[in-house]
Protein backbone atom coordinates (compact mmCIF):
# COMPACT_ATOMS: atom_id res chain seq x y z
CA UNK A 1 0.00 0.00 0.00
CA UNK A 2 1.04 3.18 -0.93
CA UNK A 3 0.75 5.81 2.22
CA UNK A 4 0.73 8.81 0.49
CA UNK A 5 -2.26 8.29 -1.63
CA UNK A 6 -4.15 8.36 1.69
CA UNK A 7 -5.58 12.01 1.15
CA UNK A 8 -6.49 12.21 5.03
CA UNK A 9 -3.46 11.03 6.59
CA UNK A 10 -1.49 13.49 8.75
CA UNK A 11 1.07 11.58 9.85
CA UNK A 12 3.30 8.59 9.16
CA UNK A 13 5.22 6.64 11.98
CA UNK A 14 8.56 5.47 10.80
CA UNK A 15 7.73 2.06 11.47
CA UNK A 16 4.34 2.17 8.98
CA UNK A 17 6.94 3.65 6.28
CA UNK A 18 9.97 0.82 6.80
CA UNK A 19 7.91 -2.18 7.33
CA UNK A 20 5.05 -3.39 4.67
CA UNK A 21 1.41 -4.22 7.24
CA UNK A 22 -0.25 -7.07 6.72
CA UNK A 23 -3.82 -6.17 5.96
CA UNK A 24 -5.00 -8.04 8.55
CA UNK A 25 -2.86 -6.64 10.87
CA UNK A 26 -4.43 -3.91 13.58
CA UNK A 27 -3.25 -0.61 13.39
CA UNK A 28 -4.41 1.95 15.83
CA UNK A 29 -5.81 5.39 14.45
CA UNK A 30 -6.92 8.72 15.84
CA UNK A 31 -9.68 9.89 13.82
CA UNK A 32 -11.53 13.42 13.55
CA UNK A 33 -15.42 12.86 12.72
CA UNK A 34 -17.17 15.53 10.29
CA UNK A 35 -19.46 17.08 12.10
CA UNK A 36 -22.93 15.07 13.15
CA UNK A 37 -20.93 11.70 12.17
CA UNK A 38 -20.66 8.98 14.13
CA UNK A 39 -17.51 6.17 14.11
CA UNK A 40 -17.79 3.85 11.32
CA UNK A 41 -18.71 0.24 12.19
CA UNK A 42 -15.64 -1.55 10.83
CA UNK A 43 -13.33 0.43 13.43
CA UNK A 44 -13.04 -0.86 16.40
CA UNK A 45 -13.80 2.52 18.96
CA UNK A 46 -11.14 2.22 21.96
CA UNK A 47 -11.99 5.71 23.52
CA UNK A 48 -13.40 9.12 22.72
CA UNK A 49 -10.73 12.05 23.36
CA UNK A 50 -13.53 15.15 22.94
CA UNK A 51 -16.91 14.96 20.67
CA UNK A 52 -15.28 14.56 17.82
CA UNK A 53 -11.88 12.77 17.95
CA UNK A 54 -11.75 8.83 18.26
CA UNK A 55 -9.12 6.49 18.99
CA UNK A 56 -9.67 3.31 17.21
CA UNK A 57 -8.21 -0.18 15.91
CA UNK A 58 -8.92 -0.78 12.60
CA UNK A 59 -7.39 -3.58 10.05
CA UNK A 60 -4.12 -2.32 7.61
CA UNK A 61 -6.22 -3.63 4.84
CA UNK A 62 -8.95 -1.23 5.81
CA UNK A 63 -6.72 2.05 5.87
CA UNK A 64 -7.77 2.95 2.03
CA UNK A 65 -11.60 2.64 2.85
CA UNK A 66 -11.15 4.70 6.07
CA UNK A 67 -9.58 7.72 3.96
CA UNK A 68 -12.82 7.59 1.65
CA UNK A 69 -15.13 7.36 4.35
CA UNK A 70 -17.62 10.60 4.06
CA UNK A 71 -17.64 10.42 8.01
CA UNK A 72 -13.70 11.03 8.56
CA UNK A 73 -12.65 14.57 8.46
CA UNK A 74 -8.59 13.29 9.30
CA UNK A 75 -6.89 10.71 10.49
CA UNK A 76 -3.20 9.68 12.06
CA UNK A 77 -2.01 6.32 12.56
CA UNK A 78 -0.63 6.26 16.08
CA UNK A 79 2.93 5.84 17.03
CA UNK A 80 4.50 4.48 20.19
CA UNK A 81 5.67 6.82 23.16
CA UNK A 82 8.96 5.97 24.22
CA UNK A 83 8.32 5.42 28.50
CA UNK A 84 10.07 8.23 30.56
CA UNK A 85 11.75 7.45 34.15
Not at 18 to 25: L, S, V, Y
Request: avoid cysteine.
Amino acid sequence: MDFKTLQKLESMPGSMQAKPRDPEEDVLVLLKLRNGHSVPGYVRPRARISGDIVSGEIRAGDLERLADDPAIESMSLSKALPVIE
